[in-house]
C-alpha cells in the first residue's frame, strides 16, 4: 500500500517535506498540494512524477478522496483550521509545530481528537527522531545514569533573520527544548522563570538575546536552558544530563578532526537544517508506517498543547520577573493509549 498524501504549504519546508514523501521515503507519495501563493505551489506540482493535483484551498485538499493523509506546513496561524479539517474528515495529520500559535487553539485539537475517537495528529517535534537523542535517553530509561537531578542545556544559533523578533527566542526556538525534555525525562513541567543577562552587542534593538530559562518539573529535576541566537561560531545544540549515579552528554555531530595552522580543531555545524536532517527522514518515515498501520505514535496533540501552555508561561515569566507556575489539566485518558513505541 503506498499512503497518498496532500501537503499543504509550498514554503521552504513544505518542499523539503514534499522531497521526502515523494522520492526519498518508502511508501508514500504526494498527489496533492496547496498554497496560498498558487503560482508557487503549481511550480512544485509539476516536479512530482505523477504531477500532484493543485488544489485552491486547503479544504478542498482534505476533501479529495484521492488524499489518505495531510501534512500540514503552511503559516502557523493557518494550522489549527487545517487541523480540525482533517480530523473532522477522519484523515490522519501531521501538523509542524507549533500545532497552533496558542494554547486556546491547540485545546480545541485536542478535544476535538478525543470526541473523535482516533488518534490522528502528530505534531513536528523532530528532535525526539535524532539518534543523537535517542542514545541519550536510553541512557536515561536503563537507569545506568541514576535518577535525573538535573539538566543543563544550550540552544545556539549563529544568527536570525529580521522577520525574528519580541518573544519568539521563547515561542520559536525554544519549544524544541520544551517538548525533547520532557520526553528524555517522561516528566512535566511545573513551574517557569526566565533570567535575562547581559544582552548581546549582535542583537537588534527589537530582540532580547540571550535569555536564560528555568524550568522545575512534578518530580523535582531542575532544569536550566539557555536560548543564545546570535551566537556567532555556530549552530549547537548542548543537553547534559546529571543523574545520581552519572552524567550524560548529548553526542557532538560527527565531524573530522583536524590539525592544521597550529590548531586541533572540530567543524561547528552553521545550519540548523544540516543538524537534524537525517531527524527529519527518520520522523517522516516512522508517520508512514504508523499511519499505514492505523495509528500514530509519534508526538501528540497534548504534547503540542503542552508546548504552548509551557511557552506561555515563560512569556509570562520573562515579562513579569516571577516564578510563574505551569497549570494544565490532567492529560486525557485517551493519550494513554499511545504506543510505547520509541518516538511516542
Excluded at 516536479?47 to 493543485?54: D, W
Amino acid at each position: 500500500m503506498t499512503l497518498r498524501i496532500g501537503v499543504i504549504g509550498t514554503g521552504a519546508i513544505g518542499q523539503e517535506h514534499i522531497e521526502r514523501l515523494h522520492n526519498k521515503l518508502n511508501g508514500s507519495t504526494v498527489v496533492a498540494v496547496n498554497d496560498i501563493n498558487q503560482v508557487q505551489a503549481e511550480g512544485i506540482a509539476t516536479k512530482l512524477t505523477p504531477q500532484a493535483r493543485v488544489h485552491a484551498s486547503g479544504q478542498a485538499l482534505i476533501d479529495n478522496p484521492d488524499v489518505d493523509a495531510v501534512v500540514v506546513t503552511s503559516w502557523g496561524p493557518t494550522h489549527e483550521e487545517f487541523v480540525l479539517a482533517s480530523i473532522k474528515a477522519g484523515k490522519p495529520v501531521f501538523c509542524e509545530k507549533p500545532l497552533a500559535t496558542t494554547a486556546e487553539a491547540c485545546l480545541n485539537i485536542v478535544n476535538a481528537e478525543v470526541a473523535s475517537g482516533r488518534h490522528l495528529v502528530q505534531v513536528g517535534f523532530m528532535r525526539r527522531y535524532d539518534k543523537s537523542y535517542r542514545l541519550l535517553k536510553e541512557q536515561i530509561d536503563n537507569g545506568n545514569l541514576g535518577a535525573p537531578l538535573m539538566v543543563h542545556c544550550a540552544h545556539r544559533n549563529p544568527s536570525v533573520p529580521d522577520v525574528y523578533t519580541g518573544d519568539m527566542a521563547i515561542t520559536d526556538s525554544f519549544p524544541h527544548e520544551i517538548d525533547v525534555l520532557r520526553w528524555l525525562l517522561n516528566d512535566d513541567y511545573v513551574s517557569a522563570q526566565v533570567i535575562m543577562p547581559r544582552k548581546t552587542r549582535h542583537t537588534r534593538a527589537d530582540l532580547d538575546d540571550p535569555h536564560m530559562i528555568l524550568l522545575e518539573t512534578a518530580k523535582g529535576v531542575r532544569i536550566d536552558v539557555e536560548v543564545f541566537v546570535n551566537c556567532p561560531y555556530g549552530y549547537d545544540i548542548q543537553c547534559q544530563v546529571v543523574g545520581e549515579d552519572g552524567i550524560g552528554y548529548l553526542p557532538e555531530p560527527m565531524s573530522v578532526l583536524t590539525r592544521k595552522d597550529a590548531r586541533l580543531s572540530h567543524e561547528i555545524l552553521q545550519d540548523w537544517k544540516l543538524r537534524f536532517i537525517e531527524s527529519y527522514d527518520v520522523e517522516l518515515q516512522e508517520w508512514i508506517d504508523s499511519v499505514k498501520a492505523g495509528e500514530v505514535r509519534g508526538p501528540t496533540a497534548w504534547d503540542g498543547y503542552f508546548a504552548s501552555v509551557t511557552a506561555d508561561a515563560c512569556v509570562e515569566a520573562k515579562h513579569s520577573g516571577r516564578i510563574v507556575p505551569i497549570e494544565i489539566g490532567a492529560r486525557p485518558a485517551f493519550y494513554d493509549r499511545i504506543s510505547s513505541n520509541p518516538s511516542a
